[in-house]
């Protein structure tokens, strides 16, 4: 948990022998601007809400069951239509990317400046964020 956010981690580099990251992400979540993965490919399955997904200028409006994918070196975004309402499913490729929360989790527990903590979690795991 950071910054009131719940991600939880169902599947680690640990389990899965390093293939891949499955985390769940529920609300209340902010959206997230554009931005570039170096190291993986994401895919999302929609739990519950309605979310708009912005992928290399192709928009995808989703609900419940729906699925998109989102590369990496793409720059991509995400938004709920109710702010801070729904909940996600992720997989990203190859695994690793669960310890970008692990840092975040980290860092808000010991009280440290969250946006400082995106900073240094967002350099370590190759993250360019391109609006902001």
Known sequence: MFGGTTITIRASAETTGGAFTVFEEAAPL???SAH???DEDELYYVLE???VFVCGGE???LGPGGVVF???GVPHAHRRVVPGAGRLLS???PAGFEGFFRVLA???RRGEDLAAAYAEASRQYGITWLDG
């Open 30 to 32: 902010l959206d997230t």
């Open 106 to 108: 980290e860092a808000d």
């Open 59 to 61: 928009v995808y409006h």
């Open 70 to 72: 989102l590369p990496r």
């Open 91 to 93: 997989m990203t490729y």
């Open 36 to 38: 570039v993965h170096r």
């Open 49 to 51: 809400g309605e979310h």
